[in-house]
């Protein structure tokens, strides 16, 4: 494994913990909570359970490496959400620099034809082996 492949390992590790740790800690504590906490800024509260469910089994599948783009996309426009519905207003330090980081590696691993150490890569690889043996 290269090195640049072994970078971006890391960061869909890092980036599925995250928004797995997020996702969790909307259910725990709470979903009510955060369909208030959402309708208080003029979203609809319904939808928290998408956001939620979303990082909790979007993390989860980025970091085995199942759907990773699609989770990325997901992620992004979760983002983008937080960042100009949420964030903006309190400005950069202490406001969307984090959501912005996050924002900027779920773009790089929808992009990222990288599948290092992904159930993805394992069960499509394998498919196409069988595949090319059998042609």
């Given at each position: 494994?290269?090195?640049?492949?072994?970078?971006?390992?890391?960061?869909?590790?890092?980036?599925g913990?995250i928004?797995?740790?997020?996702?969790?800690d909307?259910?725990?504590?709470?979903?009510?909570?955060?369909v208030?906490?959402?309708?208080?800024?003029?979203i609809?509260g319904?939808?928290?359970?998408?956001?939620a469910?979303?990082?909790?089994?979007?993390?989860?599948?980025?970091?085995?490496?199942?759907?990773?783009?699609?989770?990325?996309?997901?992620?992004?426009?979760?983002?983008?959400?937080?960042?100009?519905?949420?964030?903006?207003?309190?400005?950069?330090?202490?406001?969307?620099e984090f959501?912005?980081?996050?924002?900027g590696?779920?773009?790089?691993?929808?992009?990222?034809?990288?599948?290092?150490?992904?159930?993805?890569?394992?069960m499509?690889?394998?498919?196409?082996?069988?595949n090319?043996?059998?042609?």
């Amino acid at each position: 494994m290269s090195k640049h492949e072994t970078g971006a390992f890391i960061l869909r590790v890092i980036l599925g913990v995250i928004f797995f740790v997020h996702g969790l800690d909307k259910f725990q504590a709470g979903i009510g909570n955060t369909v208030g906490f959402f309708d208080s800024m003029g979203i609809p509260g319904f939808l928290a359970y998408f956001v939620a469910t979303i990082e909790l089994v979007g993390g989860i599948a980025m970091i085995l490496g199942i759907g990773t783009k699609v989770v990325a996309y997901l992620f992004s426009i979760i983002m983008l959400g937080a960042i100009f519905t949420v964030k903006l207003s309190a400005g950069f330090l202490d406001g969307y620099e984090f959501d912005l980081a996050l924002l900027g590696m779920s773009i790089y691993v929808a992009l990222s034809n990288n599948t290092a150490l992904s159930l993805d890569k394992a069960m499509f690889s394998s498919n196409q082996d069988s595949n090319e043996k059998a042609s």
